[in-house]
């Protein structure tokens, strides 16, 4: 099965700070990724994705780009703001067969805290 | 936009009880899931269902656990027995189809005294 290996938090930066949370994953084939984020007392919200190598996905000034040489998914923001601040979880899924039933690979996930 | 909904938000149940943790979908969505997170560790895989059937379970998902969609719109989460390791954030999920991401519900707080 998939594993995924998550940059350990929390991190704390200071507002329109640039942000970097690192995420490496193993997996058979080649599965789509995710980022799911989680707001203070809220379920997970799918933050961005990518289906093929190369893909970039992007969602509110985030974005990860789809690295198969390097089996990564980083998550980077220019600029944060303190809106931000939720727990972030890289995801890879299976990759499609179109008849799988796709589970998600969730790593520990990141605690970011944006301070004014 | 179209939600998960989950209910209760928080349950608090005996040990040895059993619970239902119940979900509703997004309605035009084919694939279920429920997964799951113990306080401060990694969300987990539980169970998915297409087709009113089971199509994977992680080996968390034993004989205790069991899943069913009764009426086209919920889709229940039953532990028969509680144990307090089942203590957990439970999150319901569910897909439409391809490459889709999920949409995730908000989650049932279950805590086993």
């Known amino acids: 099965g998939n594993s995924v290996t998550q940059m350990e938090g929390p991190v704390t930066l200071s507002e329109e700070a640039f942000l970097t949370i690192n995420c490496t994953y193993t997996?058979?084939?080649?599965?789509?990724l995710f980022w799911y984020v989680q707001y203070p007392g809220e379920g997970l919200q799918l933050l961005l994705k990518a289906t093929k190598a190369d893909d970039k996905g992007s969602n509110k000034g985030f974005e990860a780009t789809y690295r198969k040489e390097t089996t990564s998914f980083h998550l980077e923001k220019g600029s944060v703001q303190v809106s931000d601040s939720a727990v972030y979880f890289c995801?890879?899924?299976?990759?499609?067969?179109?008849?799988?039933?796709?589970?998600?690979?969730f790593g520990k996930g990141t605690k970011l805290s944006v301070i004014p | 936009e179209p939600e998960v909904t989950q209910t209760p938000s928080h349950q608090v149940t005996q040990m040895g009880q059993e619970v239902i943790l119940r979900c509703v979908p997004i309605?035009?969505?084919?694939?279920f899931y429920w997964y799951r997170q113990i306080l401060g560790q990694k969300v987990e895989f539980l169970v998915s269902f297409y087709n009113n059937e089971i199509s994977e379970k992680s080996e968390i998902f034993d004989d205790q656990f069991s899943v069913e969609r009764p009426d086209g719109s919920n889709f229940t989460l039953k532990i028969r027995s509680t144990k307090l390791e089942d203590s957990a954030m439970y999150f319901c999920?569910?897909?439409?189809?391809?490459?889709?991401?999920?949409?995730f519900g908000s989650g049932t707080r279950l805590t086993v005294v």
């Open positions: 309605s035009n969505h084919l694939y």
């Open positions: 999920a569910s897909r439409l189809q391809g490459l889709d991401g999920y949409t």
């Open positions: 995801a890879p899924g299976g990759s499609y067969s179109g008849a799988g039933s796709y589970q998600l690979t």
């Open positions: 997996a058979t084939g080649y599965p789509s």
